[in-house]
Each structure stands twice: as structure tokens, then as C-alpha cells.
């Protein structure tokens, strides 16, 4: 058996006992023991440091050596659905995929990655975290608390390679994600008499919904990294309470995943002048910055960064994409950071969610060379 056949048995060894672990995210239920405690035992040589950040987002950070990069990967899943056709905790392999909750995205990785540390002795280093199903990203934050990028000489990671279902590609850019709360406030009364824009929230509601469509359809010209427009959607309106009654309160929850050229600061505010009234509520519930973060220029110096990084380690370029990753955090630190891992999009968060093997074998030889030179 030749080292890349090896490297895909211990990965799904490791896979079989990740997906055993119940990470979901909700409800994240999960503590300093469990699926860390088999990564513990998984890491001899290294130095392991474990941080219970609360609410269960927990980080292992293991190093061996002095590594030059960072490998970062998150063990949480979303909840399985009905639609499950076996065990989602109980691996399945088949001729050319492994099947199970979190297999895709991203346990996969994770397997790999113990594989490829337990099959070379170079430096390298790991971080291990919970908390990115939820968009509460706890682990990460405290990271970066501790070990924000230095310069060279001084010792910090040069970059951080992040694991997120790529189709064994470098992802160098993606959007950024913001999630907004919104709250009209209407006047209760009878729905015979004539009103005014300001009497039910429900009509303010639609009122800014028609005005918000219309300005995304404006942005849809700008462009960045093979990324087009604005995307934005209306999750959820509420309120009123019968068809006879004016609605005297609304709610509406909206979001938007911006190019890495658009200024979040600048949109909410875009968004929230829409329409009038003002609404009575506006209130940013979530943020995750782009990948390149930074203003124009910043964010295309740092893709080359990442793309000569890529170039070095002889990992394929892929296009741009449309989801949010955690790379964008250390991005946004100052760290040159790119997103990398086995698997497609497409079946992550799925019912019967699976990996191709030749993608794991693919993603474990890559990490086993990279470590194996000595990435020093």
C-alpha cells in the first residue's frame, strides 16, 4: 500500500470516530471532553492548548515545531433533517464517497489533517474550533486576541489555511455576510377607513422590501474576483394580526452577502434611509467581513498574497464563491489567508451529506507534503 493509499485509511479511520462525536450546532452542546479528548490522543508530540470560550464553542490549538502556517478547522455541524436515510453519527463508505453528518463539511478535513500529522514529523500547527455554524465566532475571536499576525522575525504565522468544502481548490475571495433585524411600529384600528404610509408597520414593511429590491438590482454592475452584485434576501416578515386590523407592529429579517469592494458600513445605512418612516428598529445582528477584507486596494494586495502562497504550495486556484468562511476573519487580523478543503458546497448541509474519497486522498497527500518538507 503506497503512502496516498495509507494517508485515505487513517483519514477515514479519523472520520469514522468524528462523525461519531454530536456537534450540532444548534443546539452545541458541546464541552472540553468528548471530540476533544480524541483529538488529545490523536496529537502526541504536540503542544495542546484547549480553551472553553462558553455556550459550547470550544478551540484546540496544537503545535508541533515552528510551523510557519496555520491549519484551522471546525469540528460543529448544522442539525441533521427527517430526510436522513440512515444514521447521520454512523460513517458510511462507498466506492467513492464517505457518508455521514459533517463528513463534507468539515470533518473530512479535520480526519485528514490528524492523518497527515500523525504521518510526517514536521512543524505544523492546528486549530480546532466549534463555533462557525452559528455565526458566533467565539473560538476565532479569541484566537486572534492571542495570537494576533506579527511581523515575520517576531514569530507569528506567516498564514492561516482554512478548511471549508473547496473541491480540493484555493479559494482567495468571497463575500461577507451581515444579517439585519428590522421593527416598524403602526397604529392598531379598523382596515375600512383611509390610511396614511405611516398607520400599519406591515405596509412600511413591503414599502422598504419593494425599495430594498430595487437597490439591489442597481448594484448588480459591480464586480470583484469573478463575484457579481449585491446578494440579498428577505428571511422572514411578522406582524399584524388579522386582515380586518391595521398592523400595529411588523418585524422583517433581511440579509445581504456583499463583495469584498462594498462597504458594510455604508450599506446598512443605505438600507435603513429606504423608505419612510424610518423604521422604528434597525439593529445589525451579525457581521462577517469579506475575503480579501480591506478597502479596494488593500483587498486585492492581500488575494495576490494568497495567490502567490497557493502558487508556492502547489495548490490549484479556483474561482471565487458566494459563501462566508471564517477565513475572512483572520483576513480582516492581518493575516494572508485563503480557504482550502476537500469536498463540494453542494452536498454540505444536505440530507445523506458525503465526500468524495478522492478528494480526502487528494486534500491528505497536500497537507502531508506541505508538512513533510518541514514548512519552515
Known sequence: MGNSEKLLEATLAHLEALVGFDTRNPPRAIDTGGIFDY????????????????????????????????????????????????????????SDRAIGLGACDIKGAAAALLAAANASDGDMALLFSTDEEANDPRCIAGFLRDFPPLPKEEGSYQAVIIAEPTRG??????????????????????????????????????????????????QSHERFGGLTGLRFNIGRIEGGIKANMIAPSAELRFGMRPLPTMNPDD????????????????????????????DTARAEERRLRARDLADELGIPVGNAVDFWTEAALFSAAGYTAFVYGPGDIAQAHSADEWVALDQLQQYAQTIYRIVDRGNA
Open 39 to 94: 483529538l488529545r490522543a490523536q496529537l502526541p508530540g504536540f503542544e495542546v492548548t484547549v480553551t472553553d470560550f462558553g455556550a459550547g464553542a470550544v478551540s484546540l490549538h496544537a503545535v508541533r515545531g515552528k510551523p510557519k502556517y496555520l491549519f484551522n478547522v471546525h469540528l460543529d455541524t448544522v442539525p441533521d433533517s427527517p430526510a436522513w436515510t440512515a444514521d447521520p453519527h454512523a460513517l458510511r463508505i462507498t
Open 267 to 294: 450599506l446598512l445605512e443605505r438600507f435603513r434611509a429606504l423608505a419612510q418612516p424610518a423604521p422604528a428598529h434597525f439593529e445589525e445582528t451579525f457581521r462577517g467581513p469579506s475575503l480579501p477584507a480591506g
Open 169 to 218: 481548490e484555493a479559494v482567495l475571495a468571497h463575500r461577507g455576510i451581515q444579517s439585519v433585524l428590522m421593527r416598524f411600529a403602526g397604529h392598531a384600528g379598523h382596515a375600512s377607513g383611509e390610511q396614511k404610509a405611516s398607520d400599519s408597520a406591515l405596509h412600511q414593511a413591503v414599502r422598504w422590501g419593494d425599495a430594498a429590491l430595487d437597490f439591489v438590482e442597481a
